[in-house]
């Protein structure tokens, strides 16, 4: 499993200024609960995409409880919808950047059968990583309501806050909300020594793949890197952005203690982040995840994910996808079993332990080179020379 399928957690860094969510009108409640079939990113790692209507137009959005009160739609989407900017302003990059971006007022956007009129849209462009996904739905939209992430099902599920009832038998989970309206709650890693360093993490539903993510000055600040073991350097899609995978020992929160998890530590700073960090899908995929924005509350529930050991990339290659589609090569570690075979950036996949590249998906990729211990015989295109060789995959972290 390459590391382009962690980079989502870009999404979660893009900040936008706008209006709370408490100036939003609801539309008249609808049936209880309303339910929406959902999907997995073409990465497959648990950022689930739903079926929003903007403008009259379907598009797939990450439903991001670390997306605030904030609606992006990648732009050439949008204007291939009809729908014109009529507005601009400017929000937080994945790095300490702010840019300037176009918007789209006074737009009706549902969820369902749930709508909320009168919207602004910000439109952005989305990483070529998630060619699958139009844009990016803040949680912080439906903060009158109850809402239900279901990882194995997959599907999110709205209900009606006056009237819904939390799942038996589990105890809720208390959270607070920073002036972003993101939700964040307390959070523990527990170093290989047996140190254990407390966080406060925004729960973040658009962090795909990492079950955490880190800041720079939290890390700085309690010496993080020194102390967690084996350090294993990432490749960023976005320019200026800085990271580094590791396992911590477990990953505590509320009475749920999860074991060697993959986090993520950031070297570069952010202006999107405004707590110590992330907790993302690797951790929240575990579960069935219900927020309540109003009583400020969060049920985790564990589902038949709990106990899988969290896989990571055992070849040294980033796959990505061209501006054709096709799978390409985007980076190749050091020392790694990559390197060794003389694989290169620009590399087009043609097969893949006897399949071809027009039957896999990046999600069938990367989770063939994700099993250490285990051979993988590689084709590539390079410059319409034809190129095959043997990865021994090894553990990597």
């Avoid at 020594?193 to 925004?202: A, P």
């Avoid at 990729?365 to 015989?377: D, F």
Wanted: glycine share 8%.
């Amino acid at each position: 499993m390459s590391s382009t399928i962690r980079h989502s957690v870009l999404l979660v860094l893009v900040m936008c200024l706008m209006r709370p969510a408490s100036a939003i009108a609801q539309s008249a409640a609808p049936a209880n609960p309303v339910t929406v079939a959902a999907r997995f990113d073409a990465e497959g790692l648990s950022q689930l995409l739903a079926p929003v209507a903007i403008g009259g137009k379907t598009f797939w959005c990450s439903i991001d409880s670390g997306g605030s009160w904030v609606l992006t739609l990648h732009t050439a989407k949008a204007l291939a919808a009809g729908l014109r900017p009529n507005a601009a302003g400017s929000s937080a990059g994945a790095g300490p950047e702010v840019v300037a971006d176009q918007r789209v007022r006074g737009v009706d956007v549902s969820v369902g059968a749930v709508t909320l009129p009168d919207l602004t849209i910000v439109l952005r462009d989305q990483p070529s990583i998630v060619p699958d996904m139009d844009c990016v739905f803040g949680l912080a939209l439906l903060q009158d309501y109850v809402v239900e992430f279901d990882y194995e099902t997959p599907r999110i599920r709205i209900f009606d806050a006056q009237t819904f009832r939390p799942p038996n038998g589990v105890t809720p989970l208390p959270f607070e909300l920073n002036r972003f309206r993101q939700p964040y709650i307390g959070a523990t890693m527990t170093l290989a020594t047996g140190d254990e360093i407390r966080s406060n993490l925004v729960i973040d539903t658009g962090t795909s793949y990492y079950s955490a993510v880190w800041v720079k000055s939290f890390l700085d600040s309690h010496d993080v890197r020194s102390r967690i073991g084996l350090v294993v350097p990432e490749h960023a899609h976005t320019p200026g952005l800085v990271l580094s995978a590791a396992r911590p020992t477990r990953l505590t929160v509320g009475p749920h203690a999860v074991s060697n998890p993959v986090i993520a530590l950031l070297s570069s700073a952010s202006a999107g982040l405004t707590e110590d960090g992330t907790l993302g899908a690797g951790f929240l995929r575990r579960f069935t995840v219900t927020f309540d924005y109003r009583r400020k509350l969060v049920w985790l529930v564990p589902n038949g994910r709990f106990e899988e050991p969290q896989p990571f990339d055992a070849s040294g290659i980033e796959f990505g996808y061209a501006s054709d589609g096709a799978l390409t090569i985007e980076a190749i570690a050091r020392d790694s079993p990559a390197a060794a075979a003389g694989f290169q950036p620009g590399d087009r996949l043609v097969r893949i332990d006897g399949r071809g590249a027009d039957s896999v998906t990046l999600r069938d990729v990367k989770t063939i080179l994700s099993r250490a211990n285990t051979i993988c015989e590689l084709r590539v295109d390079r410059k319409g020379e034809l190129r095959t060789a043997t990865l021994r995959l090894v553990k990597r972290l």
